[in-house]
Structures are given as C-alpha cells and as structure tokens.
C-alpha cells in the first residue's frame, strides 16, 4: 500500500529521494524506501541470467528471465528496479497469458512495458503490464542491455590490471547497484537462487558468486548454480586473467597470475577461520569459501559475496597483518548472507554483527591482543564518527528517507554495532551469549530481518530468559538513541601503552630515534597506526625526515600504514612524500583509503591544486562509486544547491 504511494511520488515528480525525512509519516520498519519493487504482489524467486561480457562497449547484453511468485491474484503491474538498462523486449509463458490449456511451455509472448521517471537516486521503475491470474507462478524474460557507466560496473583496461595484457570487468552491487546491470525486485528481503550463463573473450576466465568450477576451460563460455537464496546485492560477477591456487580443503584464491602466489601465503589461515567459526556461530552453509583478489581500483576493502570474498589487493601486506578483512567478510557468511538486513535501514545487523563476530576470529585465531588492538582502533572511527555526525545519523536503526543509502555506511552500524553486542556479550556471559547467537542464525537462517524482528527475537530468547540482566529500555536505546550508552563496555588494549611512551618521548625530543627503533621493533602494524594516529596535527620537516629515515613510511608494503602517514604528509607539508603520494592516489582505488587524503589536501590552495591535478589522472581509473565520492570532495556541492 504504502509502496503503491511512494511509486506515485516518483511519478508526479515529486522525487522521494528530494524529499526530506521530516516530511513523510512515521517510518515504516520493513519498507524499504530504496526499492520500487511490489514485494507485497510479486516475489522474485529464481533468476535465470545469460549475458554476453562485452569489454569492447562496456556492456552486459542477454537475458534475465525471473521466476516469481504471485502473491496477489489480481495484480496488473510487476514492477522492478532497473538503472539506466536498455530494455528492448519483455515476454511472459504464452500459457500464462493465453490460459493452460494453450501452446507449449517453450512459447513466449511480448508484453507491454514501460519506465516511470527516473529518481536520481533509486533509478527507473520498470512496470511489466500482466494479466490477472490465479497461477502461484509466473515466467518474465526481459531482454536488455547494460549502460557503459552503470555505476555497479567496472571496466579495466589491460594497463590497469596487474597482468597488463588483459582487460579485467567486475561488479559491486551493494547497496542498491545490482538494478544496474539486472532488472529485480532490487530489495535485501527478497531472495532469489539462480542459475548464470556468461559469454566472455575467449582469453579470460568469469567467476561469480556462486559454485565456481576452478578447472573450468577457458572457452569463453561458463555456467553457474547458486542453490542458496540470497539478495540481490550478493549477486556478483567478475571476469579477468585469473588463476587460482588452493588453500585448503574449501578454500581458494582467484588472482591475476603475478598475485596468486601471495595471496595464497596472506590468506593460508582462512580454512582456520571457518572452522574457528563454525565452532562459534553453527555450520558453514555455503560449500566453499573462495575469495577473489581484485585489481587495485575495487572501492572498498571486501565484499562479502556468498562462496567468493570479493577483496582488495591492499590487503596482502605480506605479513598477514589486514587478514582481519577476510575475517569480517568470511563472518558476513553468517551475519549478512545467512540472516540478512531486510533493508538498509537496518545494515548494522549486518555490519555490526559481522564485526562482532570479526573480533571473534581475529581473537581466536591471532589472539587477544590483536583482536583488543583492532577494537580499539575501531572505536577511534566511532568516536571520530560520533563527533562528525548529526544525532539523528549516530542512531543504529537510522532513518535513511530520501537519500542515498550509502550514507548508512558510517562507522556507526559497523562500531557502534559491534559494542552493542560485546555489551550484550558481556552482560549475560560468553556461554549464554555464543547460545543466543547461534541460535540466532539457526532461527533465521536464509531469512531477511528488520531491527525489530531482531529486538523481539532478543526480548525472548535473552531479555526473558535471564530477567534483571538487561533491561528493553536499554536495548531500546542502544538502537534509537544516538551517542554511546554510559555503560558501554570500551575495549582496552595494553598493547599501546608502550607507543604512547616511545611517541611522547621522541616528541619530547628525550630520545633520539635510534633509541625510538630499537623499542619499536616487534611492533605491530596496529600499533604503528595507532602510532601514526595518535600524532601531532602536524609535524616538522625534520622531524617528518627522522621518521622517514628510520622506519621508511614512504615506502611501505602496507596500504594501512601509507595511509595514516600519508595523513601526516599533508598535514606536514612534507614535500619529499609527495611523490609517492600521488602514486598512491593513482593506484588505490579503495574509497576509505584516498577520500580521507583527498580531503586532508582540498583543505590548502596548494593541496587543492595538487588534488585537482592528481585526481584528473587517477579518476579514469577509479571505480564509478569512488569517482562520485571523490568528485563530492573536490566540488563540493555549493550552499545554495544544498539548501534547495
Ligand atoms: N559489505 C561491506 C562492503 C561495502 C561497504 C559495500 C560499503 C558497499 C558499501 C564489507 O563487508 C565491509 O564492511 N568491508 C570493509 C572491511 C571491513 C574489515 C570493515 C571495507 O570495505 O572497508
Ligand atoms: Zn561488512
């Protein structure tokens, strides 16, 4: 009902995306305000995809044909999320149409469609005109193509690929991007299986998110089965000049040539991490855990694609120090793919519960002091995001009317998350607590949830069973207030007690940095961030130099560390990293790596002027996601546009 009115909205040109949160009635938790679809008609069940990789035009182009269930007879209209598709034919089972007692099961009929308006934000309505019908069941193929800058959609050349002789193409759905490259009911709480047919080049090799043949000959031609139901945004393709090198028994790694090796010796402890897991939060549900190490532009630092990890090559440090991002997107195999947000208001059951059970493995397999530093390191982004954000953006279940629901993705779903299960975690006890989760994602395993559904659940099984723990007003606030309750449980690291002392005493110019090195050596590549972190607004040109000279920054392996120093360049103006900088800036494309830097220069005239400069060569080979980010940071929208 009130989906049929949001679509009219849209229609009479009053866009939903421009209207304010204030201005529309109470939220409705479970409507998800960032999907056209008619979820309560029409329910996409299997997805039937054959597409031609066409790296030439930068095009998907083929068939979807979407099996679905009717869930009202008399609907007339299956509407669907598209962005920027080129829809040349809808059909439908002549028999659908025509009555069963006609024509084959093969024989299809077109039927009339059309686009609403486009939403700048949401993209198009697709509405598919169909009779009504009693049949449960209904066949749509819709024949289309995809647009050369759908925003889901990366197109590499053979340069920006570390193999260099080949092109390299894959997509990045979440939130709301698989609408550009599939037309679907494009809403976390529908789930679909799905079968794949990808013709590509001869010279590559696809994979997706789903059964994945390793030996599969380079023909040009794969298939794929995804037997498990998941949204649509876990619906992923990546095609390139891969290998792939086993890890374990289940477990994998897909790289260009020149990487596999190294992504194989990072990522050794992954068959670890399940079984650490499966220990923890029940069975892992998916077959094989592959992951996927994508070319440098991928925008963020993994993806957690069902049965292959999408992940950035920023994390091969060489010394397994980042592998807390393949925790985390291993984690989401429960938190996420298993139980899933049902819409994007509720990301932090998502993402704070895969932090949550992050910690967990990290803890396990690495320890607990790791797993302590990388909390506390988190709860830096936390604080940093509590200070920055408006009230109403620190609360878990936000309200994200109206805008673009990758403004969720603050450190507030993710950390605050996190703290509010380790708060829950520590209030019950372990043993009690591991009992929740697991049967947590027992009881909702394959299903979409909302916050509420979430907060029930733990009234009953937590709340009730051990009255006098925990109270439903602090668990109300936990998820509607914003800030962070009085009795948080904080992490707290012994592990930089020592930093903080070597930093105060090289700042306080009582050591020289030999002596500096020497108390340094063991350290981790946390505590060189919380290092780095932790320093000065700016420093001074020799001391930059000292640092430099002792510990390289400069030329780091790890993407993490050059960050945080890079930070520190700008803010120093120290003019001999500025050239590796740029360097960075021209090969990274993972969004929380360089925005943060771009920022830090647009903040000079002469940083500003270095930002245009660099950003004018690097932006072609950037991600469309992180070019509309970073594009936002150096023309900044101006007052008058914002207050329209
Ligand atoms: N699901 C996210 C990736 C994502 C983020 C997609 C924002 C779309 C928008 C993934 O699980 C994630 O959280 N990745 C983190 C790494 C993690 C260790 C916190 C990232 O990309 O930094
Ligand atoms: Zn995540």
Same mark, same amino acid.
């Given at each position: ?19 304010a949160a204030a201005?529309l009635?109470p939220m409705q938790p479970?409507?998800?305000y ?202 992923? %393709?990546?095609? *390139?000049?891969?290998?792939?090198? @086993? ?5 994998? =790694? $897909?790289? &260009? !040539? ?85 819409t994007w208001r509720?990301?932090? %059951?998502?993402? *704070?519960?895969?932090?949550?059970? @992050? ?5 396990? =397999? $690495?320890? &607990? !002091? ?20 408006e009230p109403a953006d620190q609360i878990l279940a936000i309200d994200l009317r109206g805008r673009?629901?990758?403004a969720v ?71 509607s ?164």
């Open positions: 009902m009130l989906r049929s009115c949001l679509a009219g909205l849209v229609l009479t040109g009053l866009s939903l995306a421009g209207a201005d009635a479970g409507l998800d960032h999907s056209f679809a008619n979820v309560e008609q029409f329910r996409v069940t299997r997805l039937e995809l054959d597409l031609r990789v066409d790296p030439y035009f930068k095009t998907l182009r083929g068939v979807v044909g979407l099996q679905i269930k009717r869930l009202d007879p008399n609907a007339t209209e299956l509407i669907l999320d598209t962005r920027d598709l080129n829809v040349s034919d809808v059909t439908v089972k002549a028999q659908d149409v025509l009555g069963a007692t006609s024509k084959s099961e093969t024989t299809w009929v077109s039927r009339p469609f059309h686009f609403q308006k486009k939403d700048p934000i949401l993209g198009q309505a697709l509405v598919i005109e169909v009779p009504p019908s009693t049949k449960p069941t209904l066949f749509v193929r819709i024949d289309y193509e995809t647009s050369p800058t759908a925003p889901a959609l990366q197109w590499l050349t053979p340069r920006q690929t570390a193999g260099k002789k080949r092109g390299f193409f894959y997509t990045q759905s979440e939130p709301i991007g698989a609408r550009s490259w599939i037309p679907l009911q494009d809403t976390p709480q529908v789930r679909v299986t799905y079968t794949a047919t990808i013709h590509t080049p001869t010279d590559v090799v696809a994979v997706m998110s789903a059964k994945n043949d390793p030996k599969a000959p380079r023909n040009g031609l794969y298939t794929f089965t995804m037997p498990e139901a998941v949204p649509s945004y876990l619906i992923a %393709l990546a095609v *390139g000049d891969l290998a792939f090198k @086993e890890t374990g028994p289940r477990t994998g =790694v $897909y790289a &260009e !040539k020149p990487l596999v090796k190294a992504a194989a010796q990072e990522f050794a402890d992954t068959e670890s991490m399940i079984e650490t897991s499966e220990k923890l939060f029940g069975p892992y549900r998916w077959d094989r855990y592959d992951i996927l190490v994508l070319p440098p532009s991928f925008p963020v630092g993994g993806m957690e694609n069902p049965r292959l990890s999408f992940i950035t090559p920023t994390v091969i440090a060489g010394d397994k120090s980042l592998v807390s991002v393949i925790a985390h997107e291993l984690a989401h195999s429960w938190s996420g793919n298993l139980v899933s947000n049902a509720d990301l932090w %059951l998502n993402e *704070g519960f895969t932090d949550y059970l @992050e910690s967990r493995i990290v803890g396990a =397999v $690495y320890g &607990e !002091k790791r797993e302590m530093m990388e909390r506390v390191l988190g709860l830096r982004e936390l604080r940093d995001d509590l200070a920055r954000l673009d629901p990758d993705f603050s450190a507030i779903p993710y950390e605050k998350g996190r703290l509010f299960l380790t708060y829950l975690d520590a209030k019950f006890g372990r043993d009690h607590f591991d009992a929740f989760l697991r049967g947590y994602f027992d009881h909702f395993a394959f299903k979409s949830i909302t916050t509420e559904q979430f907060a029930a659940y733990l009234q009953e099984n937590l709340l009730d069973r051990y009255p006098g723990v925990v109270s439903r007003d602090e668990v109300t606030a936990w998820v207030a914003p800030g962070l309750p009085d009795d948080a449980v904080l992490p707290v690291s012994g592990e930089f007690a020592p930093v903080d002392q070597a930093r105060a005493a090289w700042l306080g110019g009582g050591l020289a940095p030999k002596r500096l090195k020497l108390d340094s050596s063991g350290w981790a590549a946390q505590q060189w961030l919380y290092f780095l972190d932790n320093m000065p607004a700016s420093l001074s040109t020799a001391q930059m130099k000292e640092l430099d000279q002792w510990f390289e920054f400069t030329h780091t392996a790890n993407a993490e560390i050059g960050h945080s120093w890079f930070l520190l360049v700008i803010r120093s103006r120290y003019q001999p990293g500025y050239g590796r900088l740029e360097d960075y800036l021209q090969t990274i494309g993972r969004r929380k790596l360089i925005a943060p830097l771009y920022e830090e220069l647009m903040k000079t005239p002469a940083g500003a002027a270095q930002a245009k400069r660099v950003y004018a060569l690097a932006r072609p080979g950037y991600h469309p996601e992180t070019v509309a980010a970073i594009d936002a940071i150096l023309n900044p929208p101006s007052e008058e546009s914002d207050e329209q």
